[in-house]
Structure formats: C-alpha cells, structure tokens
C-alpha cells in the first residue's frame, strides 16, 4: 500500500474546498442600514470560528468577538490518523490568530462562565464581562463522566480514555496503544445517539486496527456498543472483513454490547453478556451540549438545545443562536461539515438581522469522509432544508460510497479526505 501522505495536490485541495464550502455561495447581504453593533462568539472550533469570520465577511463593519478558552483548535477530525499513526498532534493543530490578522475578528482569550440573555452580556471567568447585540453559542460538547458507572474523569485522565476531545486525551491513549503487547485486546466503547461525530468510534476502530495490523498482528478489537446500528455500518463492516479478517468483533446493544459498568483497577468492563478485559479500554461516554449552553438556559431537558431550523435561532432566548454539536439539528449529524454550514446560515441570518433585511433561505450540507486504511476510504453526504418538523434532508440528496466500489475508487476517496480537511481548515480560519 503507498504512504498516507499529509501533503496535499492542488487537485485534493480544491476537491476540499468544494465539498466543505462549494455548496454555499456568499449571500448577497443589501446594506439597507449601516449594521454597526457587536456579535459576541462564544466557541471557536469549526462553527463558532466560521460563524465569526462570514458574519465579518457579510458585515465588515460589525464588531465580532471570539471568546474561546484554547490558544490552538486541535481538530477532532484526522485525531483517528493520529491514533492510527499516520498523522501527528502538529499536523492537526490550528492557531486562530488568521481571524485577527486576515479578517478583522477580536479574539478574546478566556472562557465564557454566565450569559445574562436579559441584559445581553456574556461574563468571562476573569470578572469581565462583554455586552452583545446577538450571541452566536458554539461551545461544542460536554462529557457526561457519570454516563458509565465506575468511570470517572480520573480515570479518563489516567487508564481509560474518552480521546472524545482531541489533544492530551489522542496522545494518552495512542500512548497506550504503543505500550500494550502484541496479543491484547483493545476495547472500544461507544455510546448511544445522539454523539458527536456518529462514525467517529468505527473509523476509531478502522485506524487503531491499521496500527495494530502493522505494528501488533495478534491483537483484537472488541466494540461493546450502546446502539443496534450505526453510521455507514455496511461499508465499516466490509472493509474491516477485507482488510483485518478476524481482527475486529463488534457486539450491537441487543446482543450485550452496552456496556454496564467498568473497573478502571482490573481494566475490566461488564457489558450486558459479561465482562471482558482489555489491555487498552477506551470509552466513549454520553454527551450534552457544551456546559456554558447548560448553564445559560439554552438546553432542554435532555441536554441539547433547540433552535428554528431555518435560522438556528434558540427557542429559549432572543437574539440568541446556537449552532455545531451542542444544537438539536433534526436529520443532520453532529460533524464538522454540518457546524461550518450551519455557521454560514447564522451569520447571514446575523447580518441581514443587523442590517433590517430578509436573510437567504437555509441550505445546509453534510460530508463526512472516512478511513478504513490509509488507502481505503468511504464517505455519506447530504444536503439539508429546514422544514415542519425540523431540519430535514433532501431527498436523493447525497448518500454513501457505493459498496462495490474497487480499489481504485477507495483510494480515490482516501485522497478526497485529505481535500476535504484541508478545505474545511481553510475555510474555517481563512
């Protein structure tokens, strides 16, 4: 097999830019009223970024401010190629600083803790406190630690990783991965919908068994799963029957794949058939809505936040828009793709609303590449409108890799992943 290269061709990198930001052209914004005013961006990964950066684009002469806690955006996407081996930590990791320099955003370093939607202000940790005319809330997701009993933040930290947030988690468990011996078994938990990034754990599964395969032949893989299916589940299946026969066992939750409880001491894990022990355990625990969106009010009960599809505005305060992983977003997934898109809509949704005109109608658009091996990649895509009971998507829209697909056409798909990623970063921080 040839090497997964981090270097891209001028043709991946414009295939890129075409599938993360082609189906959106800029919406013409008419200037009926000087917008002025301030936008206050609380998040800055690939929707709150990308909301700050078009809502400037659409209206220069508002002042937007970026608050986010993290000097640098390590990307969860191609974190699995970082487990795989075949990415780095750095090759993943973005400054913000081009937001500033390129496109006129204030970033604030700090992290948001309160939101008065009354007084429209967002207090920072610090004491200080930034006044808004709208607030765009994109803090992505929160870890539920007490999703899984005996599990904890500590033992996340320590023997049992979530790697759910790219960064010290990808390396500790990559660590891991290289210290545990050949023979071992890997095991892999992955929770119920809804989760960020719904094929996320089985291209997990896919890469650590490239690392595996390579480098630790007799090892397994167990996936304990909460769900009965999951995403592009015959095109994971068939690669991983081609390229690592009798490598990987998963085990649905009607079989006793959901996993009841850990011992994080014995690296043991009880799932509903009976316990299992790994030399590497990683769990994947439930979700909710980033915690300052909690904390302001902007959740429902079950922790995610509703918003009018065709703005993704929020249905609990004015002015208010909530978008990415912590939004209730109907038929579309919790990606990457799906915040820079959703990010595009709030903000002509934010300057036509500054400026007193009508905003586009929505569109959104979903791609989400994956690798099987670093030659063998598979994709779904599909194409959004709001509707009567939410976000919905467009019939024949979009659809998945075809599963008779040959090896050239994986290997034409591994180096559309590398188009995509590219694109995406570029057009999320310019």
Known sequence: MSSFSP???RRQILAG????AGSFAIPHIARAQAAAGRVVVIGGGFGGATAARYIKLFSPDTDVVLVERDANYITCPFSNYVLGGIRDINSITHRRDPLRQRHGVRLVRGEASAVDTTARSVRLKDGSSLPYDRLVVAPGIE????GVAGWSEQAANTVMPHAWKAGAQ???LRKQLEAMPDGGTVIVAPPANPFRCPPGPYERVSMIAWYLKTKKPKS???VLDAKDAFSK??????GWESQYPGMITWVAGKDGGKVESVDPKSMTVTAGFGKEKGAVVNIIPPQTAGKIALDAGLAESNGWCAVDPASFASRKAANVYVLGDASIAGAMPKSGTAANSQAKVVAAQVAAGLRGVTAPAAVFHNTCYSLVTPDYGISVTGTYRPGPQGVAEVPSSGGVSPGNANAAQRKAEADFT???YAGIIADTFG
Do not use: V
């Open 143 to 146: 870890l539920n630690f007490g």
């Open 17 to 20: 830019a075409t599938i993360a």
């Open 233 to 238: 589940q015959g095109l994971f299946m068939a």
């Open 418 to 420: 590398l188009g995509w």
């Open 220 to 222: 397994k893989i167990l």
């Open 7 to 9: 270097k891209f061709s």
């Open 170 to 172: 990808t390396l500790l």
